[in-house]
């Protein structure tokens, strides 16, 4: 069946520096994509999103990436910071639901 | 500040007890969901509803039941709980169809 899913269960950068989590989807005419970030204990939270129509999208050092080709977003986060540390999920409206992959767990060293 | 509230945060419970899972918002949102999720693991939709009187089973089967008695409420019912209900069960609610706002969940934990 169709489904989103998530490349790698953990990630680990140093402080500063860049991190990169990615997501494949399975449905070609999927047309929106969102990114949560869920802290421990906590319920997941809005990042940021991007629809079909757009290969890029900004937000505070945030970057959501979507390669249509190859059905691949990633989310892109500068200057890793410890507040940063946190489970990462990408998510697709499917059938009116939103549907959540497996989440990348993200973890920061001083 | 949260706008969705849910109690209880843990909750360790015995085999054969029945448990309800309070979730509330006060943003008037016509939309709720619960969703089922294991530690680290991807969130399955198992109940939500559109509106009062309005409750359907999500993707995962769940034993659980669902009311949605008034907008702001939408509590989660185990009968009979069972250590395979273990988990965590975060709710939701949305004024567009993918605007969710999360409470912070409930761990339960079933010996």
């Known amino acids: 069946g169709e489904s989103v899913g998530l490349h790698l269960p953990t990630l680990s950068v140093q402080e500063g520096d860049n991190s990169i989590i990615n997501c494949a989807y399975s449905n070609s005419a999927s047309d929106y994509f969102i990114w949560y970030k869920q802290e421990s204990g906590k319920g997941p939270q809005f990042i940021i999103d991007i629809r079909s129509n757009m290969d890029k999208r900004q937000g505070q050092r945030v970057t959501v990436l979507l390669n249509k080709t190859v059905k691949h977003l990633s989310l892109q986060i500068a200057a890793t910071q410890p507040g940063d540390s946190a489970v990462y999920f990408c998510?697709?409206?499917?059938?009116?639901?939103?549907?959540f992959g497996q989440g990348t767990e993200l973890s920061v060293k001083p | 500040e949260a706008d969705i509230y849910q109690t209880p945060r843990y909750l360790v419970i015995g085999t054969g007890k029945k448990i309800t899972l309070e979730c509330s918002q006060t943003?008037?949102?016509?939309?709720m969901y619960w969703y089922q999720q294991d530690p680290g693991m991807e969130l399955h939709l198992i109940h939500y509803s559109y509106g009062v009187n309005s409750t359907e089973k999500g993707d995962l089967s769940s034993e659980s039941t669902v009311s949605r008695i008034r907008t702001e409420h939408f509590p989660l019912t185990l009968e009979s709980a069972r250590p395979s209900h273990t988990s965590q069960y975060l709710c939701a609610s949305s004024d567009w169809q993918y605007g969710y706002t999360f409470g912070s969940g409930t761990r339960l934990t079933v010996v």
């Open positions: 943003m008037g949102h016509d939309k």
């Open positions: 998510a697709e409206p499917m059938g009116g639901k939103l549907i």
